[in-house]
Nanobody, 119 residues
């Protein structure tokens, strides 16, 4: 079992940057594919970024357009989402998630961290 806890959200002006962190506990963290998702009020949850177990392969949602970078530190059981050039439409709750079966449903989710971008 894996427990996930996000941090690093907050209020930032448009054009600014934030770095989200996801701390994991439990065994076999390094074997999980990790993802970041977001959900804005009244909207469906959407995929923001994903990273494979080794960090060699990363994936991004279409809306990212080169502004976000996902990374992981397996020894520290941490996953990060560096977000730059933030826009008001990036305002959402951001969630960290883990799956043992890439491409399938995610098994574990964090509680989320709020990101608010002001114009």
């Amino acid at each position: 079992q894996v427990q996930l806890s996000e941090s690093g959200g907050g209020l930032v002006q448009a054009g600014g940057s934030l770095r989200l962190s996801c701390a994991a506990s439990g065994r076999y963290f390094s074997s999980y594919f990790m993802g970041w998702f977001r959900q804005a009020p009244g909207k469906e949850r959407e995929f923001a970024a994903g990273i494979n177990w080794s960090g060699d392969n990363t994936y991004y949602g279409d809306f990212v357009k080169g502004r976000f970078t996902i990374s992981r530190e397996n020894a520290e059981k941490m996953v990060y989402l560096q977000m730059t050039n933030l826009k008001p439409e990036d305002t959402a709750v951001y969630y960290c998630a883990a799956t043992s079966r890439p491409g399938r449903e995610y098994d574990y989710w964090g509680q989320g961290t709020q990101v608010t971008v002001s114009s």
